[in-house]
């Protein structure tokens, strides 16, 4: 599994979607904060628990689901 995100040149390559490292995690995870840092208080949260106070916009990777979860109004 591969992610690109627009014409962003980086991509983060996961050698098994089904389970990958923390390691991978964490990189797509800083990636994506690079990639979307520019836009207004966008936060991306890791973990279990769904974030308490998440704002429009905000993406919550929850690695049990390996799902990556965008709050919309």
């Not at 089904?18 to 890791?46: D, F, I, M, Q």
């Not at 279990?48 to 690695?63: A, C, F, I, Q, T």
């Amino acid at each position: 599994m591969s992610v690109q995100i627009g014409a962003a040149p980086k991509i983060v390559y996961v050698e098994n979607p089904s389970n990958p490292t923390e390691e991978t995690l964490k990189s797509l995870v800083e990636y994506l904060k690079a990639v979307l840092g520019g836009l207004p208080s966008t936060e991306v949260h890791y973990g279990e628990d769904s974030p308490l106070n998440p704002s429009v916009g905000d993406l919550w990777y929850r690695p049990s689901e390996n799902r990556l979860y965008a709050y919309v109004a």
